[in-house]
């Protein structure tokens, strides 16, 4: 089993910028894909950003494109999302997942590992 634990949320003005953290433990991994979802009252659970723990590949949603980061640090079993250019729409819940696969693929996959979450606001 794995524990995710995100850190870094908080409330920033519009055009800010924060960066998430979720750290990994109980469970070594090698290969695999590790993601950033969010979710908004009223609105569908988005895939912000992912990336192959092993490869280093990345997805970034059309959404966030251009402004977030997704990066990771595989010595500390850590995976990062920089944020900057903050929009109001930007405001949700983020959560960081992951999921063991030998052939990791980042898109429409049943990430089975999630962390408790950490809130962003952005005001405007």
């Known amino acids: 089993q794995v524990q995710l634990v995100e850190s870094g949320g908080g409330l920033v003005q519009a055009g800010g910028s924060l960066r998430l953290s979720c750290a990994a433990s109980g469970r070594t991994f090698s290969s695999g894909a590790l993601g950033w979802f969010r979710q908004a009252p009223g609105k569908e659970r988005e895939l912000v950003a992912a990336?192959?723990?092993?490869?280093?590949?990345?997805y970034h949603a059309d959404s966030v494109k251009g402004r977030f980061t997704i990066s990771k640090d595989n010595a500390k079993n850590t995976v990062y999302l920089q944020m900057n250019s903050l929009k109001p729409e930007d405001t949700a819940v983020y959560y960081c997942t992951a999921k063991y696969m030998v052939v990791p693929k980042l898109r429409n996959t049943n990430y089975d590992y999630w962390g408790q979450g950490t809130q962003v606001t952005v005001s405007s």
């Open positions: 990336i192959d723990w092993s490869g280093g590949n990345t």
